[in-house]
């Protein structure tokens, strides 16, 4: 069974300062994408990031990047120069590319605060 | 453009009753899912709909089931509420199903009660 384990329930971070949220992984696909989604107070999902398990490369959207490891299993979400607008709900989830199966696996989730 | 819209936003159900929720994609869209949402369980898929076929489906009782129509709006239905129906139910889209590979775009929910 794919699961995705979020360990931190909640993270504080000052206005300005990084953070980085923290999610593992495990899974029996050879093949796979993982994402950050972002829920802010509105319930609405946001997508903020995703990777390609295939590709080495960390990605980067702005302030926000992941530092991948493949071995480890390890896709943690590194936000810079946190603003207000960042505090939310942030969940990591993945998805096999294996044709046929549609759904994400979701972790729990960090509850983010960023103090002003 | 127009995002993936979910009516109603709230809904007070009792239990025993039936509900059913609605998803419009956004334009273009064929692809629908839907994920429940609760405090103990998280986020849990329940099925994906694809042109008016239901092509998976999570591990939930069949009193809940969905249907899409041939505009892409999908509604989903639970009968003989029960106390644990209690949630967010999300939607989410995407344009053929396999694109879902870059993210979902998801509404933001209907949260149901049951009392």
């Known amino acids: 069974a794919q699961t995705v384990t979020q360990s931190q329930p909640e993270m504080s971070v000052q206005e300005a300062e990084t953070v980085t949220l923290s999610c593992t992984y495990d899974t029996s696909e050879s093949d796979y994408y993982l994402f950050w989604y972002k829920q802010p107070p509105s319930r609405q999902m946001i997508l903020v990031i995703r990777?390609?398990?295939?590709?080495?490369q960390n990605a980067t959207e702005n302030r926000f990047s992941v530092n991948f490891q493949k071995a480890a299993k390890s896709f943690s979400l590194k936000i810079s120069d946190s603003q207000l607008g960042d505090a939310a709900m942030y969940f990591c989830a993945s998805l096999p590319s294996t044709s046929g199966t549609y759904k994400y696996i979701f972790g729990t989730g960090t509850r983010l605060k960023v103090l002003a | 453009k127009a995002g993936v819209t979910q009516t109603p936003r709230y809904l007070i159900k009792t239990r025993g009753q039936q509900v059913t929720l609605s998803c419009s994609p956004i334009s273009g869209h064929r692809s629908v899912s839907w994920y429940q949402q609760t405090p103990g369980q998280g986020l849990q898929f329940l099925f994906e709909y694809f042109s008016e076929t239901q092509r998976n489906k999570g591990n939930f009782p069949g009193r809940f089931s969905g249907r899409q129509f041939s505009n892409s709006r999908s509604e989903m239905n639970v009968s003989t509420l029960e106390l644990g129906d209690s949630a967010l139910y999300l939607c989410?889209?995407?344009?053929?199903?396999?694109?879902?590979?870059?993210?979902?775009?998801f509404g933001s929910g209907t949260r149901l009660t049951v009392v």
């Open positions: 990777q390609e398990a295939y590709k080495q």
């Open positions: 989410a889209s995407s344009k053929t199903g396999q694109d879902r590979n870059y993210g979902y775009t």
